[in-house]
């Protein structure tokens, strides 16, 4: 008896702890959208896409962002699937300035500095557009229309039709943190090459 009630309670108490892991199951999902959308689910992809405004749709669940480093130079494909990421830890510390709710619809461009595409009910603003979609208490999209670049470095904007070379993404989530707030362990990364298309 004193056998099976040792069982049963051994049986609940993992049941409870799986339920609060699944409960806190961190997960990002990126999605490049124009005419077709195409989710990063492999580490390195290649999108074509037109000489127009495109979407990055960011699902987040248990996961306040997502760091974005992206570039004109091709810098990024010093990162492999696996490479350590130099400065990994100081990542907070090199987060370029974002527009509040996405308002120039454009995205940073820099040789140095990260972009935190967030979601934090503490901050009255988020730099995705104005309107999330919340698929459920866990689980918010965010979405980033993107018209134009913000070059960092030359401090200038350039719009799509007049960028002669691919745009090359490299996107980082963090599963933790250390008590100071700096990243500890990578959640996913993806790193993408955006070709665009020659106009007809």
């Known amino acids: 008896m004193i056998s099976y009630i040792k069982k049963t309670t051994l049986t609940v108490c993992l049941t409870a702890m799986s339920a609060i892991l699944f409960a806190q199951e961190k997960e990002v999902s990126i999605r490049i959208s124009q005419d077709e959308s195409v989710k990063l689910s492999e580490f390195n992809t290649t999108v074509q896409l037109e000489r127009k405004p495109f979407k990055i749709l960011v699902m987040l669940q248990n996961v306040q962002g997502v760091y974005v480093f992206a570039s004109i130079r091709d810098s990024i494909y010093r990162f492999t699937e696996n490479s350590p990421i130099r400065d ?14 996405n308002e120039n619809k454009e ?28 698929i459920d208490k866990d689980r918010i999209i965010g979405t ?5 670049f913000f070059d960092v470095n030359e401090g200038k904007v350039i719009k799509i039709r007049e960028i002669n070379t691919p745009l090359y993404l490299f996107f980082v989530a963090v599963e933790e943190y250390d008590k100071d707030g700096k990243p500890l362990k990578e959640l996913i990364r993806r790193k993408v090459k955006v070709e665009w298309r020659n106009e007809e």
Not at 88 to 101: A, G, I, N
């Open 88 to 101: 990994f830890p100081y990542l907070p510390l090199l987060q370029l300035r974002e527009d509040e709710f």
């Open 144 to 148: 980033k229309n993107i018209r134009q």
């Open 107 to 134: 995205m940073n461009i820099s040789e140095t500095g990260w972009s935190y595409w967030f979601y934090d009910t503490t901050y009255e603003w988020h730099p995705f557009n104005r309107k999330l979609t919340r």
